[in-house]
């Protein structure tokens, strides 16, 4: 059964860009990752600051894989942000890290329970 992470980031408006760009940099960071299904960076359209980023994974196991390895590397031995900002802030061992562009962030854990795609019938279950 696949597993959904959903990281809550809140981001004031002056470090939305900030945000965006260190995700688009951190391509590739997780895509060739054992068990990853999908990543989404969801940008709020109105009445709050707060970004989701999506991923799915085949299990628990292959999450928590990438975080103790690449991801943990990538984000400086865990920042306690779950990955919030892809690992994009990285840079020589050493140097000063920027400042975070999310002032929280949270992570939400889901379970694949039904889903749908366009030309099924009804909802698949697992």
Known sequence: MSIVKINVLTVPEEQRETL????AARA???????????FELLRPVEGTDTYLVYTRWRSEEDFRNWMSGRAQAAH?????????????EGGAEGAERPKPAASGATLWSFEVVQQ???GQSGPATE
């Open 28 to 38: 590739g960071a997780v895509e060739n990752s054992d068990g990853f299904e999908w």
């Open 20 to 23: 965006e760009k260190r995700f």
């Open 76 to 88: 400086g031995g865990g920042s306690g942000e779950g990955g919030a900002e892809g690992g994009a």
């Open 116 to 118: 749908a795609s366009p």
